[in-house]
Nanobody
Framework: QVQLVESGGGLVQAGGSLRLSCAASGLTTNNYAMGWFLQAPGKEREFVAG????????RYAESVKGRFTISRDNAKNTVYLQMNSLKAEDTAVYYC?????????????????WGQGTQVTVSS
């Protein structure tokens, strides 16, 4: 059974930083891409960042480029999202996700595994 467990969300002032973590278990292949999506109230889930198995390929939404960094530690089966210079509009529930293969799509329906989400609130 695949499980993705996020942690690290919370309340932060605008301009501050947070680091999200996602611990994965039960994945039967060692070639899977992982990523982060966000979902604000009343809106569709949006792609934030993704990373391939080796960590050599990353992809970011335009809105977070230069502010967020995705990374992974395969020895710990964990992916991270370092979020700097946070803005009020970054407020959302952040979901960790995984899919088999190297390709990092931005459409949420292409990912097969999801965590329960962690709330990030940025106060202005």
């Amino acid at each position: 059974q695949v499980q993705l467990v996020e942690s690290g969300g919370g309340l932060v002032q605008a301009g501050g930083s947070l680091r999200l973590s996602c611990a994965a278990s039960g994945l039967t292949t060692n070639n899977y891409a992982m990523g982060w999506f966000l979902q604000a109230p009343g809106k569709e889930r949006e792609f934030v960042a993704g990373i391939n198995w080796s960590g050599g390929i990353t992809r970011y939404a335009e809105s977070v480029k230069g502010r967020f960094t995705i990374s992974r530690d395969n020895a710990k089966n964990t992916v991270y999202l370092q979020m700097n210079s946070l803005k009020a509009e970054d407020t959302a529930v952040y979901y960790c996700t995984a899919k088999a293969g190297t390709y990092i799509p931005t459409s949420y329906y292409t990912y097969g595994y999801w965590g329960q989400g962690t709330q990030v609130t940025v106060s202005s």
